[in-house]
């Protein structure tokens, strides 16, 4: 089985990547959170180029994936991308934002499949790079998804990966097995599953209800419980010691990046990594308030001082 984490904007950066590769061994494939590309005949630049930058990405298989609805800027991007020495560039037809929705782009692209067809067609010919999708099922309901299917079948895609749920759903209720079942009887390129895998058990009933899975990429699951991967393949639970390293080490890569703001990127961190202690809310409770990098500390002390991990590390939202 193939694992990966996740695109997750905000969180699972460069800086998460490493540290956590670092900390938990490298999973089999990371995904950029969404980059929207330059305009044709700019670099990448900023943070989306320090997101991509081959330095701080060392030794980690990366898949950047790009938001966009625009054909040339997504081929350009594809070719400064392939000058940097990747070898897979995603497309995010999944995220259900509301701004990102209104502009037809992400999820909102699947409102329009003839539009998603031409563009899927236009830039898997003119691509420097395979392209692989990242997917829902549609807006509103899932019978949106045999058309939408259908036009990715028809196409030489590098990897389709299904989270599947409709824009309407966000994160809510429970993913919808059939049509991933579906995509995997049917599709003509690898398939990818995504979706609520937060402990064995989720991973045992997916292998179980679709033994044909060969990729899973965790999210949540993973930013709750550090060590799910290799738990996933047979290993240990994070130890107290090994969330502390981890957690004293993605801060201060934090700290050298963004100073000060470390603390509030931390405090993101802290939404899902309090499902590792057995009691979440005297953690939250703990960390919300902090502002400065001082008290940012003090607080993480007393977490650790204080607080035990649970029987079982569970993202619970
Ligand atoms: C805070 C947040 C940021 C996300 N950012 C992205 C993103 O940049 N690109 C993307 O394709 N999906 C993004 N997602 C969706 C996740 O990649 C994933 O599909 C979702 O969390 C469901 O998987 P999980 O149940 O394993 O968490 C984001 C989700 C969350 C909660």
């Not at 549609?138 to 028809?154: P, Q, V």
């Not at 309407?168 to 003509?188: C, F, I, M, S, V």
């Not at 937060?198 to 990729?215: C, I, Q, S, V, Y």
């Not at 963004?258 to 931390?266: D, P, W």
Request: with cysteine; glycine share 8%.
């Amino acid at each position: 089985m193939l694992y990966s984490l996740a695109p997750m904007e905000g969180i699972t950066g460069h800086a998460f990547r490493r540290v956590h590769a670092e900390c938990f061994g490298a999973l089999d494939r990371y995904y950029t959170p969404f980059l929207p590309p330059p305009r044709v005949g700019s670099p990448f630049g900023g943070k989306n180029l320090k997101e991509i930058d081959p330095a701080n990405n060392q030794g980690l298989n990366v898949v950047p994936q790009l938001l966009t609805k625009n054909a040339d800027e997504f081929v350009w991007a594809a070719q400064l991308l392939a000058d940097l020495g990747y070898t897979e560039v995603n497309l995010n037809l999944g995220c259900p934002s509301g701004t990102v929705v209104s502009k037809g782009k992400g999820s909102g692209f699947l409102r329009d499949p003839e539009a998603l067809e031409a563009f899927l067609c236009d830039v898997c010919e003119r691509s420097a790079l395979p392209v692989s999708v990242k997917t829902r099922l549609g807006l509103e309901d899932d019978s949106e998804y045999g058309r939408i299917l259908e036009l990715y079948c028809s196409l030489p895609l590098a990897e389709l990966i299904v989270h599947p749920r409709v824009q309407a759903d966000r994160y809510q209720g429970k993913p919808r097995w059939e049509p991933y079942g579906k995509t995997l009887e049917r599709a003509p390129f690898p398939v990818a599953y995504n979706g609520d895998i937060f402990g064995t058990g989720d991973m045992d009933a997916l292998a179980e209800a679709h033994p044909r899975t060969r990729h899973v990429m965790l999210g949540r699951g993973l930013l709750a419980n550090p060590a799910l991967a290799r738990m996933l393949a047979g290993g240990l639970a994070a130890s107290a010691d090994e969330l502390r390293q981890f957690h004293d080490k993605l801060f201060h890569a934090y700290v050298d990046e963004i100073g000060g703001n470390a603390v509030f990127r931390m405090k993101e961190w802290w939404f899902y990594a309090k499902c590792a202690f057995a009691d979440p809310m005297a953690v939250h409770r703990t960390v919300r308030k902090v502002r400065k990098i001082n008290e940012y500390e003090v607080a993480v002390e007393k977490v650790f001082n204080t607080q035990s991990l649970a029987a079982i590390a569970r993202f619970s939202g």
